[in-house]
């Protein structure tokens, strides 16, 4: 047996375990997928506290209705489903809050990386945070998680298609607001040169 | 800047991946909780409607719907039994549904007076509603509504029934159970309750089916941090109906089809007894009120969920 086929067999048997009120399986299962879930969380909400909200609302919601999940090997996908609920709920719970929220790292100075060169950081940023909670999450699971349609409509519990249309309205709607945004300055740029 | 702007490679750099890490604090928060939290076992029933021929499907549906037309139009079952009689039961307390106590929905009760109302939670049917003290619970339902149910029957298993007080002819009836919304319908839009009311109503071999969902109204359902998804309000001359979407059961239920709960007040609108309440229909908005069901508010309108299946 492969390591990769191990590591299922073992995940599989902790949430069997943890649907059956094994509350140390359950947590084993948490503790290995916290950073992750941290890493969607954080990402889709744009705020650290909400984020650890999000994650354990997901994780004591996830624990609740565990002997719902009907097939283990499903796990993660309905995990992650369960994740993206939860943000939508702390994304909408504490709206007033997202305009005036700490600033994450990944937020900070510009640094050497990806977006350099591309569009400033703090565009994207602000581009990303006007939109809904629901494109924020289709992109996260996409750009950060690097799933395709198929696994996004898993997670989401919708047709493949749909996640494919949603996607990609996702991404009109981002280009458009860094378009909104770059114009301006494109044309303060152009007034005083 | 380019004029057309790569979103993808941005977004790419933006979310790309990097080390997260979820601090110890909020594992053993969450581990905390879950130690306090049980975890809910109710079994389902399996039923699917793909997997049934259409008639066999219509028949089905027919059938339920005979629950909340033949026990809130003609309310025989609760005369036999009666509000005053023995088969009536106080309602005993438990615990408001969760989700209530922590979200603020926008949009206005219009019902009032229900602070002082009884919670009543089904454990078969896993809904909890609102109920004024004085009602009672004739009966609980003992488990989900399945194909093969006959209806009308001595007993209806899959209904929780309550009453109010009063005598035989003065008594108000309500009648909650849950029963699959299909595979075929949008049911987490206005349209698409409407589409399958209207289908309940057909079936069910009601007389006047083409008025059925006239006088429907849409109304919002506080699920989480979402105040206004799709629910319906269904007014008509005999009873008074409320449809809405189970949606909790719809996300965590995997595969099963989405649930919708019928919620039926069992007298016309003008009926003496429901006076006090302001009518029929806004005794039925009331106890949708204590469902985190509640008339949306000026410029509110529900809002697609964004799951479809």
């Known amino acids: 047996m492969r390591a990769a086929e191990r590591a299922e067999r073992v995940d599989r048997d902790l949430v069997e375990l943890a649907q059956r009120g094994d509350q140390e399986a359950f947590a084993i299962l948490a503790r290995t997928r916290g950073d992750r879930l941290f890493g969607v969380a954080r990402r889709i909400l744009r705020d650290v506290s909400l984020a650890e909200d999000a994650v354990q609302q997901a994780l004591v919601i996830a624990w609740r209705e565990l002997p719902r999940l009907r097939d283990p090997d499903r796990f993660d996908a309905w995990l992650d489903r369960t994740l993206v609920h939860a943000c939508?709920?702390?994304?909408?719970?504490?709206?007033?809050?997202?305009?005036?929220?700490?600033?994450?790292?990944?937020?900070?100075?510009?640094?050497?990386?990806?977006?350099?060169?591309?569009?400033?950081?703090?565009?994207?940023?602000?581009?990303?945070?006007?939109?809904?909670?629901?494109?924020?999450?289709?992109?996260?699971?996409?750009?950060?998680?690097?799933?395709?349609?198929?696994?996004?409509g898993e997670v989401l519990n919708i047709p493949a298609g749909t996640a494919r249309s949603r996607l990609h309205y996702a991404h009109r709607a981002m280009r458009a607001l860094l378009e909104a945004d770059a114009r301006p300055r494109a044309v303060a740029g152009g007034r005083s040169s | 800047m380019n004029a057309r702007i790569d979103a993808e490679r941005v977004l790419d750099a933006f979310l790309a991946p990097e080390a997260d890490r979820l601090p110890d604090h909020v594992i053993d928060a969450a581990l905390a909780d879950i130690a306090r939290t049980p975890q809910r076992r109710a079994p389902r029933v399996p039923w699917r409607f793909p997997h049934m021929p259409a008639l066999s499907r219509t028949t089905s549906v027919a059938a339920v719907a005979l629950v909340a037309v033949v026990g809130a139009g003609s309310l025989i079952y609760l005369n036999a039994t009666g509000p005053s009689?023995?088969?009536?039961?106080?309602?005993?307390?438990?615990?408001?549904?969760?989700?209530?106590?922590?979200?603020?929905?926008?949009?206005?009760?219009?019902?009032?007076?229900?602070?002082?109302?009884?919670?009543?939670?089904?454990?078969?049917?896993?809904?909890?509603?609102?109920?004024?003290?004085?009602?009672?619970?004739?009966?609980?339902?003992?488990?989900?509504w399945r194909e093969g149910d006959v209806f009308p029957a001595d007993d209806m298993p899959y209904v929780d029934v309550f009453s109010s007080p009063g005598s035989d002819d003065e008594t108000i009836g309500l009648f909650v159970w849950d029963m699959p919304g299909g595979d075929a319908e949008d049911l987490d839009t206005v349209n698409g309750l409407k589409a399958f009311a209207q289908r309940f109503c057909t079936v069910a071999g009601q007389s006047s089916c083409q008025d059925f969902t006239q006088r429907a109204e849409p109304m919002c359902q506080n699920v989480g941090g979402d105040t206004c998804r799709a629910a319906l309000l269904v007014p008509v001359e005999g009873q008074q109906f409320a449809f809405l979407v189970d949606f909790y059961d719809a996300m965590f239920d995997e595969g099963d089809p989405v649930d919708v709960r019928v919620v039926v007040v069992a007298r016309e609108n003008g009926f003496p007894s429901a006076a006090r309440y302001g009518g029929s229909v806004e005794l039925l908005r009331s106890i949708l009120t204590t469902m985190d069901v509640w008339t949306p508010g000026q410029d509110q309108a529900p809002q697609d969920w964004f799951r479809e299946r």
């Not at chain 1, 994304?91 to 400033?120: E, H, K, M, Q």
Request: proline residues 10%; aromatic residues 6%; hydrophobic residues 35%.
């Open chain 2, 85 to 144: 009689g023995t088969g009536g039961s106080t309602i005993v307390p438990t615990a408001a549904p969760s989700a209530s106590q922590t979200t603020a929905p926008t949009p206005k009760p219009s019902g009032s007076g229900i602070a002082g109302w009884t919670p009543y939670t089904s454990a078969v049917n896993d809904f909890t509603l609102g109920l004024p003290p004085d009602w009672s619970v004739l009966t609980r339902a003992t488990r989900d």
């Open chain 1, 88 to 152: 939508y709920v702390e994304a909408r719970r504490r709206r007033a809050w997202i305009n005036s929220i700490r600033t994450l790292p990944i937020d900070g100075p510009a640094g050497p990386d990806g977006l350099s060169g591309l569009v400033d950081r703090d565009e994207v940023d602000r581009g990303f945070r006007r939109l809904p909670p629901e494109q924020r999450a289709i992109l996260v699971l996409h750009h950060y998680l690097g799933l395709d349609s198929n696994e996004i």
